[in-house]
């Protein structure tokens, strides 16, 4: 496993952005894709986004595409994800996750893919 430490959240009005990054302790970062996730109060935990390893492949929930970015920077060990356009609906903790297994791309929105969590990031987007 790996220690993830998300930061960057905040609060904000609806149609800012934000930048989450999510810093990786793991030397082997560079072999395993990322995700990120939410959780609102009063519900279960979804998947966000997604990241191959090198960075070529990307997947993104239907509610964030085209609004939301995710990124990776290897020879820094951090996963970003640009937040544009926020909704009140995307009021959340927001946790980055690492999969458990090298080079694996398959079910990457799964939440049983991943075995490290961080601790979370709280995003508040008034109206």
């Known amino acids: 496993q790996v220690q993830l430490v998300e930061s960057g959240g905040g609060l904000v009005q609806a149609g800012a952005s934000l930048r989450l990054s999510c810093a990786a302790s793991?030397?082997?970062?560079?072999?395993?894709?990322m995700g990120w996730f939410r959780q609102a109060p009063g519900k279960e935990r979804e998947f966000v986004a997604a990241?191959?390893?090198?960075?070529?492949?990307?997947s993104y929930a239907d509610s964030v595409k085209g609004r939301f970015t995710i990124s990776r920077d290897n020879a820094r060990n951090t996963v970003y994800l640009q937040m544009n356009s926020l909704k009140p609906e995307d009021t959340a903790v927001y946790y980055c996750?690492?999969?458990?297994?090298?080079?694996?791309?398959?079910?990457?929105?799964?939440?049983?893919?991943?075995?490290?969590w961080g601790q979370g990031t709280q995003v508040t987007v008034s109206s």
């Open positions: 996750a690492a999969q458990k297994s090298a080079y694996n791309w398959g079910n990457n929105a799964e939440s049983t893919q991943y075995d490290s």
């Open positions: 793991r030397r082997t970062f560079s072999m395993y894709a």
């Open positions: 990241i191959s390893w090198t960075g070529s492949r990307t």
